[in-house]
């Protein structure tokens, strides 16, 4: 017998609302359980994953103070710069004093 999408998706939501095994499930309602399992994979989207215990992790950036003392003696600070502009910022020194 062949079900539609929205009953597919149906089944798939009760099972995961239902706190029964997947098997259990099947078998209260007349389902193979490989079928079921090719079901969940087809059919699975990003709301279903973080319905069922998963959340979205975005990584915290941290602004990082960078010191460098130049052998003139001169101290430098920097804050909130990446590497590459750290680098640019010295070649300009250097050109600059040239």
Not at 60 to 69: A, F, G, Q, S
Request: with cysteine; glycine share 6%; proline share 3%.
């Amino acid at each position: 017998m062949r079900h539609t999408s929205e009953a597919i998706r149906h089944f798939l939501s009760e099972q995961s609302l239902s706190g029964l095994t997947v098997a259990d499930f099947c078998s209260d309602n007349g389902l193979k359980v490989p079928t079921f399992y090719l079901w969940r994979k087809r059919y699975r989207t990003a709301d279903t994953v973080e319905s069922i215990g998963f959340c979205t992790i975005t990584p915290k950036i941290d602004e990082v103070t960078t010191n460098l003392c130049l052998p003139s003696g001169l101290r430098l600070e920097l804050t909130g710069l990446t590497i590459s502009e750290i680098a640019e910022l010295v070649l300009e020194i250097d050109r600059a004093h040239a």
